[in-house]
């Protein structure tokens, strides 16, 4: 079993719907939790990051972490097709392993015009 | 601010031959590592360096890959003697020095074909 889980789609949306994207997590020792977008043949960039349990937001985009559940959310709002990516869970445990990020496998979001 | 640079962008070999794969991180930036996907994969942790020492090299598949940092700057990467399974995309990060809040700063990966 994978410790982190994520559907990988594809998930296709209308402009300006919500967009929800989950993941579930094995680890209990995970303690920060990212959400990195990765359009085509570009690295990973970080989005939204969060330290242990609770909701955090940064305009269109809200991340929820439930640590009791092992589950983590990120919404956007209001989508736009500039928002057509890759959507990528990354969790770690902090201290000096903060950068070993153990990933999902992503989700391929499209949002049309 | 120059963000992490990697070189080549595409790199495609026969199996059995050598590659280097190098990563230029953002100045300043005492964290490096190394992820790597390949096809149909998570992105998957290969190493980390603090300045030029090795902190955790756990995720390395095997003895076929050296990675340095010699200097405590850019780092290189290099499978010898390459495999078929080693193909996939190697992506390098930088951070800045501290316990945790500090943010990855990705690259945008070398593609390695091995052929």
């Known amino acids: 079993q994978k410790e982190v889980e994520q559907d990988p789609g594809p998930l296709s949306v209308p402009e300006g719907a919500i967009v929800s994207l989950n993941c579930t997590y094995s680890?209990?020792?995970?303690?920060?939790f990212m959400w990195y977008r990765q359009y085509s043949r570009k690295g990973p960039e970080l989005l939204m990051y969060t330290y242990s349990s609770g909701n955090k937001e940064d305009g269109r985009f809200t991340a929820q972490v439930d640590k009791s559940s092992k589950y983590i959310s990120l919404f956007i709002r209001d989508s736009q097709p500039s928002d057509s990516a890759t959507y990528l869970c990354a969790m770690s445990a902090g201290g000096t392993s903060y950068g070993k990020l153990t990933f999902g496998q992503g989700t391929i979001l499209t949002v049309h015009p | 601010e120059a963000g992490v640079t990697q070189f080549p962008s595409h790199s495609v070999i026969e199996k059995g031959q050598t590659v280097t794969l190098r990563c230029d991180p953002i100045?300043?930036?005492?964290?490096l590592y190394w992820y790597r996907r390949v096809m149909g994969k998570e992105i998957k942790f290969l190493l980390h360096f603090v300045k030029e020492s090795k902190q955790d090299e756990s995720g390395m598949p095997n003895n076929r890959f050296l990675a340095e940092r010699t200097g405590g700057t850019y780092s290189t990467l290099k499978v010898q003697p390459a495999e078929l399974e080693d193909s996939g995309v190697y992506f390098c990060a930088s951070s800045h020095l501290g316990q945790g809040g500090s943010p990855l700063h990705f690259g945008n990966g070398t593609r390695l074909t091995v052929t």
């Open positions: 100045s300043g930036h005492d964290n």
């Open positions: 680890n209990s020792a995970f303690q920060y």
